[in-house]
């Protein structure tokens, strides 16, 4: 099974409201990093939390990580139209060359 | 401007041949990246280069081929020995030495290949 895997594999909801994903992996992690993906693009970097990090933030992004239960979440709040995105956390393994990705949640905000 | 390009945007292909997907950056990063996105799937790794000269198979590496002999350029080519290769793949790099990957990864736009 994945390393990263994601829940909900999607989510609609309505503009203005905060949408939460979350990431659960196996393994020990260096850090544990979120992408956004638009459709038919490229990922772009969110926000990386190193395994010594609970909580950290950036403008409307919110991201906890708890290593005991291996699990990280990641909060948008006040979501905007323009947040309709794929959303993937990534992590990165202890001695391991690569990011292992998770399959994403499917983001759709509804104006 | 800094960025990582991939060239062409789409490509079609047919069956028995050989195909070459270029990437280029200029972030002089060392390492980089291949990676398949099936549709509506998480992303695996086909190849990764962490220096010159040097490269190592991911998870998925049965039918591709790589090169690494300039910094900024990592080539994948499909072969025909890939058996489904109609995908969208991404290329990455990142400021990464040592033994583990700790870095932010830069995605360039992405190859929609099809197999005709």
């Known amino acids: 099974s994945q390393q990263g895997e994601e829940d909900p594999q999607a989510l609609s909801i309505q503009e203005g409201e905060n949408a939460t994903m979350n990431c659960s992996y196996k393994?020990?992690?260096?850090?544990l990093q979120w992408y956004r993906q638009n459709s038919g693009r490229g990922l772009v970097h969110l926000i990386l939390?190193?395994?010594?990090?609970r909580e950290k933030h950036s403008g409307r992004l919110r991201v906890t990580l708890d290593t005991s239960k291996k699990s990280s979440s990641l909060l948008i709040t006040a979501s905007r139209a323009a947040d309709t995105a794929s959303y993937f956390c990534?992590?990165?393994?202890?001695?391991?060359?690569?990011?292992?990705f998770g399959q994403g949640t499917r983001l759709t905000i509804n104006p | 401007d800094g960025g990582i390009t991939q060239s062409p945007k789409y490509l079609f292909r047919k069956e028995g041949q050989n195909v070459t997907l270029s990437c280029e950056q200029n972030?002089?990063?060392?390492?980089m990246y291949w990676y398949r996105q099936d549709p509506g799937q998480g992303l695996r790794l086909i190849y990764y280069?962490?220096?010159?000269?040097?490269?190592q198979k991911g998870d998925i590496a049965e039918g591709y081929s790589v090169s690494r002999e300039k910094k900024e350029s990592f080539p994948l080519t499909v072969t025909s020995a890939q058996k489904n290769p109609t995908a969208f793949y991404l290329c990455?790099?990142?400021?990464?030495?040592?033994?583990?990957?700790?870095?932010?990864?830069?995605f360039g736009p992405g190859t929609r290949l099809t197999v005709l």
């Open positions: 939390i190193r395994s010594n990090e």
């Open positions: 990455a790099s990142s400021n990464e030495r040592g033994t583990s990957a700790y870095n932010e990864q830069f």
């Open positions: 393994t020990s992690i260096n850090n």
């Open positions: 990534a992590t990165s393994l202890q001695g391991a060359q690569k990011l292992v």
């Open positions: 972030l002089n990063h060392d390492a």
């Open positions: 280069s962490q220096i010159v000269n040097d490269f």
